[in-house]
């Protein structure tokens, strides 16, 4: 019988089902800067020691998304090596901050299952944990995947579809201990704007743009032990092209929302998010965003904002979106929904 | 005079002569780092202290051949500057861990000289140390390289050629102090296959590819300061190609066999291994390997079991290896024959 | 109103302005062993803690242009987003070695202004300070850029032009505190040439060469956090090319010269320097130094060294730097002037 991993199919799920995913990581200084090197990340909050010290916390944090790639590429194995698409994310919460020398472990619950009218594949929903090594929940949130039946024939289960928030609501968000932005210096995070100054609908485009090479978005998914092939292997595809990982853009449209939003420093819920349309190398990811709504925290001087984060191959400044039949336009690449905290 | 190294040609070899290679090289978790970006590299061992610790050691050290990349690469002006190939490995053994921190140098000892019969190169044979900041040796192997002679006047040396073992002794492997596999988690390693499940004669195909980049293999080969001008210069060929490193693809090949071996934690000896045929980029990797022998030990819970392992450019389903003239196929990269650590 | 920075234009400065550049950095081992990957550093006080203790530091220092990067990246979303072209460097110093774990930041004073003929843009001079942590400076100098207009309506100010050294002088280096050779080991670090075997006006061809990659440049120029959108942007020209930045050119030429120069271990001036024309990935560097002057130091072993540092796309052998015409030749990338540190 062969040893190598088949992956699960739609079949292998059950509601209720708890995966322990495999490969606990230490994740460190090495990793931090990596992921400075692969995207345009200059929140000051992730980039210095000293300025995190000036906001409460103890050190720099390694940067959320970093949890979030980790805590993913677990689950990659278990949940979506024979996944046909990603279909959405929700529910998403940052409990802890990750710093370096922490070690990081997934689990998964099986929460929604329902089989496609088609008989082929059917939609899992799993809520997944990231675990630092103290087994404390550093990260939570839900995704659901359409995944292939191995057997068409095989029956189908009952259908279960989880009642999912569509936003975080802003009362759960959770507040990194000690974080205070009473005495934040606006002048070396980079930017003047704070809280206050966004209006809810207000639109920002980001300008700068990266065109993306296959080396780096490579370096990055293996860095997070992603080991999905359609990300790695050309011979996988007729045009030999590789599929970019969803979470590669994610990264880098919000290292060029630094561009316009330099003070929403750390990311705190993941609403939702939609991979719009696959990305390859060659093409050249600009990013905006729209303040979709704003709330107020317990923590000294910190408000939390709701943004919309849009990555596009074509022109950011007209804040492409969806087109008249409500379907994302080809230049749309990422649709994310968060929640991130600002200095008041 | 000119100040730059010349390298070394075959009259410069002497038998006994020790060759204390330069630029010693503290590594740490940024080698670690790259290590996982640059290789699809998952073994838990490696990945995580917590694991590690569970599994009686300090923490995780660093990945087996970070130490004999950067050990061979600090040979390599000494060495293998005016090598025409790189023909052979034997008696290779890992004698102490390397831990993020250490600090590697290499000596060499010329224990082979054989003037080749055109007079215009020869074979040298060197045993390379790797040492640690304590002088002690972490590694230990022969390799044997084709080599230039500076003049093809120059008169032979009485040929010596060493009688190398074709195989390390299963009683002579070292095994890391403390290693202790009786509580082995097989989940969080990511495969259920104990070193009793592995049959002597078996093939596995670790069936992922990775299709390889320039920038990914200079970046690997930078790291371990292997200067070697045809991994880095392409006008050094006709076809503008840069040849890549054979330790990149054995890397590529060992990260890739977890898909099937995920328990061969640690490797403990080189036995033999050929660089079958050159790899360019743009080339995928995929990779086989073969059971050939298993041997048991005297640490707790710990087996020892000795791999094949296969780099192809082709179809590894197929396995690959040589025609039947007995010469390596054309897509066969890499032949290694190595020693790893297995939980009974 | 926009929230994205525009960068600063001719009008927004003024003399004895300073500038407190955003987003300090913590820089560490990851930030090392990203150096080490992307250019083939191999100077041994940068290499091996256990050198860099026999010389008389701590350990080893992070690379001298990992500090001058780090610096000189903060400066340009307020010194150089509207640049016309970067001019020249004087009176550049290295103050203090920058260890892992350290945070910069930097501040620039306008020191010089001058309006050009045309009435559309002009040069601006500014001495740039790098700091730790502690807020000790790290690194100075000045460097002078021209700056695009926003209105070229806009009323010229007061020509200043700052009276800058031609070379630092040589009583003025600061060696780091403790630094002593006189127990250099010339074999672990390379090479057997010191101070004294070096002539004045002797030049040095390093004749290795590194052809660069799109990845590699954009991961390098991103680690240093510089947005300027020439490196990243291939649809910022028709020909879809990417600028590279101008210190990958410096950085890859300076470990270049390892090989000839592998003692001139620690930059501690910059003299001068000059970007005698763009650099696109695809080409290969070649470099080769010349010997300007010599001076000692007051500390135990250590002379000091002034090279001429040049950077080609051709041929290095034949030492190309100008034509008849007193212009840079079409293949000469970079001419740098700088003081290193050597064992006497």
Redesign the interface.
Known sequence: M????PGRFFEDYAIGQVI?H?????V???????Y?????A?H?LY?????AAANGLES?PLDDLIAFHTVFGKTV?DISLNAIANLGYAEGRWLLPVW??D?L?SESEVIGLKENSNGKSGVVYVRTRGLN?MDQPVLDYVRWVMVRKRDAAAPAPEPVVPDLAKVVDAADLVIPEGLDFSDYDF?????P?RWG?YAIGEK????????V????H???T??W?N?A?VH?????REDGK?LIYGGHVISMARALSF????NAQMIVALNAGAHANPCFA?K?IRAWSEVLDKAETDAPGVGAIRLRLVATTGDSASFPLKGEDGKYLPEVLLDLDYWALMPL
Chains 1, 2, 3 share one sequence.
Not at 259 to 262: C, E, K, Q, V
């Open positions: 062969s040893k190598t991993n322990r495999a490969v606990p990581r230490t460190a200084e090495g990793e931090r800067a990596l400075h090197a692969l995207y345009p200059r000051a980039s210095s020691d000293e300025f720099s194995p370096p020398g070690t472990r090594q002048e070396l995070a980079g930017e704007h100054d920002i485009d980001h300008v700068d743009g990266v065109t090479e296959e080396a780096e490579m370096l990055a293996r860095l032990q080991t092939k790695f292997d050309a011979t996988n590789r561009n316009g939003l330099a060659g050249t």
